[in-house]
């Protein structure tokens, strides 16, 4: 019996593969999280961002130097803003209060925070606390529409002529 890239020889149409039974790493991970609370994953969450936010407070990025952390690869490589720069110096400013200057440093990250406040807020209560908090529906549609804004306005602040000069940061 010839077999083709999408049936593996001794398998006819329609024929499910059989089921491999998980690894002792995987039965380990797997019962870990069978036994644990609720809250697990947003606290780890939340930890996760804490540790963010502390970096970011410590790190003091808004008179750090091109060379020191938190350092931009493709900035110190090309000369060019990525799609990201400026991210950690407007979490720093939105961190103070300052929205203008965060928005000056990267305007699409700051647009964005309010909807990944408000949707790690909902997915937590109603997780945690079994509430019926409306989740955000996020269709493939809006993230190609922020995605290709976000091309757009990573082509743009690379730009060398005014008005696109006071995106370069």
């Known amino acids: 019996m010839t077999s083709t890239l999408d049936e593996p020889a001794g398998y006819s149409a329609g024929t499910a593969f059989p089921a491999s039974e998980p690894g002792r790493f995987a039965r380990f991970v797997l019962g870990l ?8 994953a947003p606290a780890m969450v939340t930890a996760c961002i804490g540790g963010a936010v502390a ?8 008179y750090a130097a091109a060379n020191q ?4 690869l493709v900035k110190l490589t090309t000369g060019f803003d990525c799609p990201g720069c400026g991210g950690t110096r407007a979490a720093w400013y939105l961190m103070h209060g300052n929205i203008p200057q965060a928005a000056r440093h990267h305007a699409i990250f700051v647009f964005a925070v309010p909807f990944l406040l408000y949707a790690y ?12 908090l409306p989740l955000l ?3 493939p549609r809006m993230i190609a529409v922020f995605l290709g804004v976000w091309c757009v306005f990573s082509v743009w602040r690379n730009l060398p002529w005014a008005p696109f000069t006071w995106l370069y940061v």
Do not use: G, H, K
């Open 121 to 132: 807020v909902a997915w937590t209560i109603n997780l945690v606390f079994r509430r019926d």
């Open 137 to 139: 529906r996020v269709t």
């Open 69 to 72: 952390p938190p350092a931009c």
């Open 33 to 40: 999280w069978e036994r644990s609370p609720r809250w697990t």
């Open 55 to 62: 970096y970011t407070l410590l790190q003091d990025p808004i």
